[in-house]
């Protein structure tokens, strides 16, 4: 048996070699900690970047790796309540300054062009022609993700694609304000619609008068809802199926492709990073983005009681799960961008605003203009679009709407009865593009009144 004087004699020998043996092993575990994670963590980070709740997270981010490249225009798809107009108005001073504005596609009809609400197609184009490529839109229409890409995807090195997401409760609370409070003729918003419609149901739209609260909306919603309106709006609007927005496998199908599609989906909540990403992708400088935003309306708002906010969570699932998948997709394009470099671009966009909103500097588009020539284009010419065709594209993209300042309600009118009521409240002409535009196909003749109040 081993004494312990034998032990201390045996350390006190060989005290050289434990320390070796010591200086060893804080060796490897200083080396272990430095060395790259193993391929299987690195794995599991990445995969955090490529999918979100399991839905591929599909856009190119070279884009966002790589220095700006110039470019020749931008489509925008315009979307309602999303901060929409502001951008709107940046596109259009971006186009002014770079020389493309005269190579605008022209919206169809009003301000909502492309036939919405029924999806963009080869009848939807204004004037019955575009320009190929296709260098510059800014206005409402409905995404189709079948017709649109192989139009636009040749030319994508030069002419991006983006659009606006909002947080769904404030995008709710803004349209609600703004469509259900509203009125208007000459107009091609459903002023109202869907909410006068549900609250009539339960005989709460009295007079017309649109004084209902988004509370009292809410309360109503399950007992009134109407499957055949389309509800989750912001999806619809980006081109999903109607009859299949609630169908979650599809949906998450359609947000992989429109991810692929779009080379930024911006989100309102992060404006500034949205407005450093939007620089690099047009390969502009800020002073050219400055615009003071328009649109806005303010409202009192009040926080959602537990069963209100579970009621809107219930009815919006399809524009929530949107709205967080492009969320990520906006972080995994930053991340691709580079955080530091992200936090260093917002001061600069922040600072040259500043100084653009006091006058520091002119940013209007007249002071910035770069003398540019815009891109050389072809004219691709359509068949006009018939007025049967553009009552029956409406009512199966569901803008079947009975206002009657409403142009379908008057095209209806006018393809059955050859004439229509489609003034405006001061009692001037409404409608006269919308006649350009269409071949009077219609069922009786055009009676003489009618001709001669449109004969110019």
């Not at 192989?150 to 404030?170: G, M, S, Y």
């Not at 991810?259 to 450093?276: A, N, R, S």
């Not at 653009?356 to 002071?367: L, P, V, Y």
Request: charged share 25%; net charge negative; glycine share 4%.
């Amino acid at each position: 048996m081993t004494s312990q004087e034998d032990i201390k004699g045996w350390l006190r020998n060989h005290k050289i070699i434990i320390s070796l043996v010591f200086l060893i092993i804080i060796s490897l575990i200083g080396r272990a900690s430095r060395e790259p994670p193993s391929e299987t963590t690195e794995n599991r980070k990445s995969a955090l970047y490529h999918e979100f709740k399991g839905i591929p997270l599909t856009a190119d981010l070279d884009l966002w790796k790589n220095e700006c490249q110039p470019q020749d225009g931008i489509i925008f798809l315009k979307k309602h309540k999303t901060a929409s107009t502001t951008f709107k108005d940046i596109v259009d001073k971006w186009l002014h300054i770079i020389g493309a504005f005269s190579k605008m596609e022209k919206p169809q009809m009003g301000v909502q062009g492309g036939c919405f609400p029924a999806k963009f197609n080869e009848l939807c184009w204004g004037n019955s022609k575009r320009n190929d490529p296709v260098l510059a839109m800014e206005y409402h229409f409905r995404w189709n993700m079948d017709y649109l890409p192989p139009i636009l995807d040749p030319n994508r090195a030069k002419v991006k694609t983006f659009t606006t997401v909002r947080e769904p409760l404030a995008t709710f609370r803004s349209t609600y304000n703004y469509f259900y409070k509203n009125s208007n003729n000459c107009e091609w918003a459903c002023w109202g619609f869907p909410y006068n419609l549900l609250f009539s149901k339960v005989n709460k739209y009295a007079n017309g008068k649109p004084n209902q609260t988004i509370e009292e909306f809410l309360d109503i919603l399950p007992n009134t809802y109407d499957a055949s309106i389309p509800f989750a709006y912001r999806s619809f609007e980006l081109g999903m199926d109607f009859d299949r927005i609630n169908d979650m496998e599809y949906v998450k199908e359609s947000l992989a492709r429109l991810d692929k599609q779009f080379d930024l989906v911006l989100i309102t909540e992060h404006f500034w990073e949205g407005i450093v990403l939007m620089k690099h992708m047009l390969c502009a400088e800020y002073e050219h983005l400055y615009q003071e935003s328009t649109n806005v309306r303010k409202y009192e708002i009040e926080p959602l009681n537990a069963e209100r906010q579970a009621t809107f969570e219930e009815f919006h699932k399809t524009d929530t799960l949107m709205y967080d998948y492009f969320n990520a997709s906006l972080h995994r394009k930053i991340e691709a961008f580079g955080h530091e470099k992200m936090k260093e671009e917002i001061q600069k966009a922040k600072d040259t605003f500043t100084s653009c909103a006091e006058g520091i500097i002119d940013c209007s588009a007249k002071n910035l203009l770069l003398k540019r020539k815009p891109a050389e284009t072809e004219i691709v010419e359509y068949p006009k679009m018939k007025l049967s065709e553009f009552l029956d594209i409406t009512e199966q993209g569901h803008g079947a709407c009975t206002n009657p300042g409403h142009p379908f309600t008057n095209a209806k009118m006018l393809y059955e009865t050859g004439s229509w009521n489609y003034l405006h409240m001061s009692g001037g002409l409404c409608g006269v593009k919308q006649l350009l535009s269409t071949e009077l196909d219609t069922k009786v003749p055009l009676t003489d009144e009618f001709k001669k109040k449109y004969e110019k």
